[in-house]
């Protein structure tokens, strides 16, 4: 069972069958928001992990260091291709984006500023460490791109995914609630975008998608817009707060 770890298709095949199962349970639980692929995936990895440590007599941080380094983290480097194709959408209507420009940085950024301020304040009420609250700080940044940043301000990488992850799972679950009680669709639809994206992530974005291109190529651009703010804002923030 050791031996196998140190295979680069060990990693690449507990990865796509987890995901797999939980693209399964999703669709025959009709889109139940708890089966989200990402979700389920995590979980069973985590469960899958946590047993091979066991049945080998060692411990899950390295088992999963093991897994991770031969073929764990290539399935990891596709984060990166799969966060620049959102530019796809957004080059489809770029008219969208010609027109709100500045409106859209200028929110995001100043959003994402607030949004650091807010964690901050929650993560020290709840007495969280200085590396705890290190690994929360990007988490309005899409995983891809808040793993680095937290890395880089002493955070831990894995607990910042996990946030990240969380929140994908919370917006998709409310998204369609969110949108009805306060009728943003009715609002706007540049709005509804820029909120699924930069609430949602990778998730958010494709619920954006559902409901039209203009949505679908705000929430792209939130997406990039808001990655780039965190990496310019946390080091920022945390160079002078924490």
């Known amino acids: 069972m050791t031996a196998a770890l140190a295979t680069p298709f060990t990693g690449i095949f507990i990865s796509l069958l987890v995901y797999l199962l939980g693209m399964w349970l999703f669709k025959i639980s009709k889109g139940f928001f708890l089966f989200t692929p990402l979700l389920v995936g995590v979980v069973l990895g985590i469960f899958i992990l946590a047993l091979w440590a066991k049945g080998i007599g060692s411990t899950t941080v390295e088992v999963y260091k093991k897994f991770f380094l031969p073929g764990g983290n290539i399935v990891f480097w596709f984060l990166n291709p799969a966060t620049i194709a959102f530019a ?13 420009w500045i409106d859209v940085v200028l929110t995001l950024f100043v959003g994402g500023f607030i ?32 793993m680095p940043i937290a890395k880089s301000i002493g955070g831990d990488p894995a ?18 609630f969110l949108i009805k009680f306060f009728k943003l669709k009715e609002i706007s639809k ?25 949505q679908g190529a705000m929430a792209s651009v939130s997406v990039v817009i808001v990655a ?15």
């Open 88 to 100: 796809i959408p957004l080059y489809r209507r770029n008219d969208i984006f010609k027109k709100y």
């Open 190 to 214: 540049v709005g509804l975008g820029l909120g699924l994206g930069t609430s949602g992530h990778t998730v958010g974005s494709a619920k954006a998608v559902q409901l039209g291109s203009i």
């Open 159 to 176: 607990v910042t995914a996990m946030v990240c992850i969380i929140n994908a799972v919370i917006i998709y679950a409310l998204a369609e």
């Open 115 to 146: 949004s650091l301020f807010g964690i901050h304040m929650v993560s020290k009420l709840f007495g969280l460490s200085k590396v705890s609250i290190a690994a929360m700080l990007p988490q309005a940044a899409t995983t891809a791109v808040a």
């Open 228 to 242: 780039l703010a965190m990496d310019i804002l946390v080091p920022i923030y945390a160079r002078l707060f924490l």
